[in-house]
């Protein structure tokens, strides 16, 4: 049994030894979204703290592609050797419902490391919009079945869902308009081509800024330190929370302790001052944690946004 046991002993020695050594080259991080958006941004800042404290490139490679999809199957099929990261987006917990045929499991196929940071759904209208509040927006609406147009990033995308949540909850109709892309959709909405959008707050801050569009209601339980003046939408309708949020993951399958390595240096760049600063001008609340608190962050999102997805009987196909 001794014999036994130090077969046991010596045979976990090399992987332990190459998690100890991790990284000894560049590793890649996929962002499944276009570059210059939140997701990238959020991405290029972890990936640059990891490169400083990990002594190894952290590379972005930006795969866009079927609503996120497509960048996250790369990850799904790569080796599971912590050289290839995945920049892990609400849209993930989204595809688990919409997509009828992917071929992954999200929750299964992808080994949640960190969460990084969030930002809160936020209910915009144009600045002539008859509204100030969300109830008068929903007594409008009522009034004006079918007249209002919501702009969304695209069929399927966070803010979308989020709007077919709105409707689900009060019972109102709006026509969704999808945009290729959050910043058209905001764009639509400043020139008034349509009435209301729910956006992040990277997406529309320097929109809101400027005062071309108006916040009457943030997504949230609570007041938001990003948007303290602006009610919380769970005050008229209690319970409404949505937000995008990214996080870090990694094949299924890859060493523990490489996944604890690079759960402890996220959450070391999110404490650092510098990072801290930037995500706070950019209206990004901070996260981290441990590999379980984001797992359990992925699960209950795939089921809030799966019952939203069934009762609108959306389908990506």
Not at 52 to 74: C, D, M, R, Y
Not at 84 to 106: C, E, K, P, R
Not at 142 to 163: E, F, R, T, V, Y
Not at 212 to 226: D, F, K
Request: aromatic share 8%.
């Amino acid at each position: 049994m001794r014999y036994a046991g130090a077969v046991a002993v010596t045979g976990a020695l090399p992987g332990s030894a190459f998690a100890a050594d991790y990284p000894t080259r560049a590793a890649r991080v996929i962002v499944p979204c276009p570059p210059g958006g939140a997701a990238d941004i959020t991405a290029r800042l972890i990936a640059q703290s990891l490169s400083e404290h990990l002594g190894q490139a952290f590379v972005i490679e930006n795969k866009p592609g079927a609503g996120s999809n497509l960048g996250t199957e790369t990850v799904v099929s790569a080796a599971p050797d912590g050289y290839t990261l995945l920049l892990v987006n609400a849209g993930n917990a989204i595809n688990a419902t919409l997509y009828q045929h992917l071929n992954f499991d999200f929750i299964r196929d992808i080994e949640p490391v960190c969460s990084t940071v969030q930002a809160p759904h936020v209910m915009f209208v144009t600045p002539s919009f008859p509204a100030s509040t969300v109830a008068e927006f929903i007594a409008y609406a009522k009034a004006n079945p079918g007249k209002l147009d919501c702009a969304s990033a695209g069929a399927g995308s966070a803010n979308h869902i989020s709007a077919e949540m709105f409707k689900m909850m009060t019972g109102i109709d709006m026509v969704h308009v999808p945009f290729n892309g959050g910043a058209p959709a905001v764009l639509a909405l400043v020139s008034g081509q349509v009435q209301a959008m729910f956006a992040d707050t990277l997406t529309a801050s320097e929109q809101l800024k400027a005062g071309t569009i108006r916040a009457i209601g943030v997504a949230t339980l609570q007041r938001s330190p990003v948007l303290p003046d602006v009610p919380p939408i769970s005050d008229t309708m209690p319970g409404f929370y949505a937000s995008s949020w990214w996080g870090i993951g990694v094949p299924r399958g890859t060493s523990g302790d490489i996944v604890k390595k690079l759960n402890t240096e996220t959450n070391a760049a999110l404490a650092d001052a510098r990072i801290k600063e930037r995500f706070a001008a950019m209206g990004a609340l901070l996260m981290g944690g441990t590999p379980d608190s984001f797992r359990k962050l992925i699960a209950d999102e795939t089921e809030k946004w799966g019952k939203v997805i069934k009762f609108a009987g959306i389908s990506a196909g």
